[in-house]
């Protein structure tokens, strides 16, 4: 069974700090994405890493995909109230599946 | 707006009841899924249409959950005698299914059921 487990489960810090959530996995993935989800809305695509070490920077957002591409860390920078969400990262194995871990809460406060 | 959508956002609905989604996916991809995601939760996978093909249904989804693609458009959620554990996000989501393809799915904003 193939599972993403993510940690933090929650995590409230201060406008201007910084942070990192982890997603880890024992399977190896072909590609991961990392989604935010507002509460009442479906969640929305950030980034898509492919290559084991790959880094991605999207604005203060940093994705990094593990060497042997089971694992992936997103690191905010100065985080901001507005990057307040559930961050969910998925993996996909190639196939038609994409399973989700059951996401990071941040909670930015001004 | 070309984003995948569903209707209705919200259902409230009594036990024994019948429900059904609607999900109108983004035009050009021909693959369609279902996931139902709780409170506290990540989506769980439900099931996979490859065009009007459904291809993949998970053991989540019981007799009582029924879905279609006809014409390989639009698909429906249907469920079937609500429980009160039917209570959820039921999100629907496209990609554009290429080969090889890095697996990115477009969500809708969802359908909340409340089952009392």
């Known amino acids: 069974t193939q599972l993403l487990e993510q940690s933090p489960q929650f995590l409230s810090i201060q406008e201007g700090e910084n942070l990192t959530v982890y997603c880890n996995s024992s399977?190896?993935?072909?590609?991961l994405q990392w989604y935010r989800q507002e509460p009442g809305e479906g969640p929305v695509l950030l980034v898509t890493?492919?290559?084991?070490?790959e880094v991605k920077k999207l604005k203060r957002l940093t994705f990094q995909f593990g060497d042997a591409r089971k694992d992936s860390s997103l690191h905010i920078t100065a985080a901001q109230p507005g990057d307040t969400g559930l961050y969910l990262c998925?993996?996909?194995?190639?196939?038609?599946?994409?399973?989700f871990g059951a996401g990071t809460r941040l909670f930015v406060k001004a | 707006d070309t984003g995948v959508s569903q209707d209705p956002r919200h259902k409230i609905t009594k036990r024994g009841q019948n429900v059904t989604f609607r999900c109108d996916p983004i035009?050009?991809?021909?693959?369609l899924y279902w996931y139902r995601q709780t409170l506290g939760q990540g989506p769980e996978f439900l099931t996979y249409?490859?065009?009007?093909?459904?291809?993949?249904k998970s053991r989540l989804l019981s007799d009582r959950f029924s879905a279609e693609r006809p014409k390989g458009s639009f698909s429906t959620l249907e469920i079937q005698r609500t429980e009160q554990g039917d209570s959820a996000m039921y999100l629907c989501?496209?990609?554009?299914?290429?080969?090889?393809?890095?697996?990115?799915?477009?969500f809708g904003e969802g359908s909340r059921l409340t089952v009392l």
């Open positions: 035009s050009e991809h021909n693959r």
């Open positions: 399977s190896v993935f072909s590609s």
């Open positions: 249409f490859q065009n009007e093909a459904q291809l993949e």
């Open positions: 989501a496209s990609s554009p299914g290429l080969a090889g393809g890095a697996g990115e799915l477009f």
């Open positions: 998925a993996g996909h194995t190639g196939g038609f599946k994409t399973i």
């Open positions: 890493v492919v290559t084991g070490g």
